[in-house]
């Protein structure tokens, strides 16, 4: 099984970038998970730069999520929802209609905030995007609180919460691996 993890947090250590580790040690053995860098360098979407000749980068993402079993998704909330660079990058994934990358790829939603809601909006927002875009976002999600008490050292502290991320990636791990 290939993953690819989208980190909507732009910052190396973040607590999101933290979840994304958690979520990937959670995988079963011999799968394999490549947490995706460049969302910061796509260009805004815009149909004119849309087509065959899509900005390099745009197309490496697509590329990189074509040949992915499955993704996982991992977000901050920003103003009560999920990041602009993470909603590109969704955006980007969307086209061509009929043909998008995204298109039937099962996603896990996870997300970190240093809120007690733990991120409610973004993942609301997150799974509601991914399906308009056409994509197979499961149904639960994981919301980490408080983020910063329970995301230490790389380790999550908190075990009630590390079921959660090991019980969602456990879901998308035993969904059927989808054609690239």
């Known amino acids: 099984m290939k993953v690819l993890v989208l980190v909507g947090s732009l910052r190396d250590d973040s607590v999101n970038r933290r979840l994304a580790d958690a979520a990937i040690s959670h995988l079963p053995a011999g799968a394999q998970a490549v947490i995706w860098n460049g969302i910061a360098e796509l260009p805004h979407y815009s149909e004119e730069l849309d087509g065959a000749d899509a900005p390099a980068r745009v197309q490496q993402l697509r590329d990189a999520v074509a040949s992915a079993d499955a993704l996982i998704l991992v ?32 996603v896990a939603v996870l997300a970190a905030s240093g809120s007690p809601r733990g991120a409610q909006w973004a993942r609301e927002d997150a799974v509601r995007i991914l399906k308009v875009a056409g994509a197979a976002p499961l149904e639960s999600t994981v919301g980490v609180p408080i983020a910063h008490q329970v995301l230490v050292d790389g380790v999550v502290a908190d075990a009630a919460v590390d079921a959660e991320i090991a019980a969602l990636v456990a879901q998308l791990s035993d969904l059927p691996v989808v054609a690239a």
């Open 75 to 106: 977000t901050p909330e920003y103003n009560g929802s999920l990041p602009g660079s993470l909603k590109n990058a969704i955006d980007w994934l969307s086209r061509p209609r009929g043909s998008a990358a995204i298109a039937g790829k099962p």
